[in-house]
């Protein structure tokens, strides 16, 4: 949106490890933060941790999104990173990797750091899929954080003609 930016930035100094890292909202009336490394995560599973490596994405109204690896979650590695949006003052969690797929056929599992807000504040995502039958193993996502969609998989057939494989990131 005209008149806004969002970036990452460190904190220097601030919690007794010397730093911490931040997404930012920058705008006319000033900078909002977005997220805080070690923050806790909406659903209190887990902190955010490497968000000052993604490159968050910014759309219409301000709704921010990122990629974030986690830390301290209940399933320990098994759920350690995802995709999360923020809009005014709240952040929400759109993907987390091992969560089921929108049609229940596969697992999350390597969500990737590029994503991108379309005009209505949805976030377009990128994962690897594990478990899925019919040996789709990719897919790209759009989700809320209330619902979520299949936008393609890899098999799927390509508009042009043919059949889409592996998405580049």
Do not use: C, K, M
């Not at 490596?53 to 301000?62: F, L, M, Q, R």
């Not at 921010?64 to 952040?91: E, K, Y």
């Not at 594990?130 to 998989?153: H, L, M």
């Amino acid at each position: 949106e005209a008149g806004q930016v969002v970036l990452n930035a460190g904190i220097f100094p601030d919690d007794p490890g010397g730093s911490r890292a931040g997404i930012f909202l920058a705008h006319d009336n000033g900078i909002t933060t977005v997220a805080l490394e070690n923050q806790v995560v909406p659903n209190g599973d887990g902190t955010l941790n490497g968000i000052a490596v993604t490159t968050p994405a910014i759309g219409n109204g301000g709704h921010v999104a990122f990629w974030s690896q986690l830390r301290n979650t209940i399933a320990g590695s098994i759920d350690n990173t995802a995709i999360f949006s923020f809009h005014g003052s709240s952040l929400t969690e759109i993907a987390r990797r091992s969560a089921l797929l929108p049609d229940g056929n596969g697992r999350y599992l390597n969500l990737f750091t590029l994503v991108d807000v379309n005009r209505a504040g949805e976030v377009l995502f990128q994962s690897t899929i594990s478990g899925a039958s019919g040996g789709s193993d990719e897919g790209i996502f759009i989700g809320n954080g209330s619902s979520a969609r299949i936008v393609n998989r890899v098999g799927d057939a390509a508009p042009s003609g043919g059949i889409l494989g592996d998405f580049l990131e």
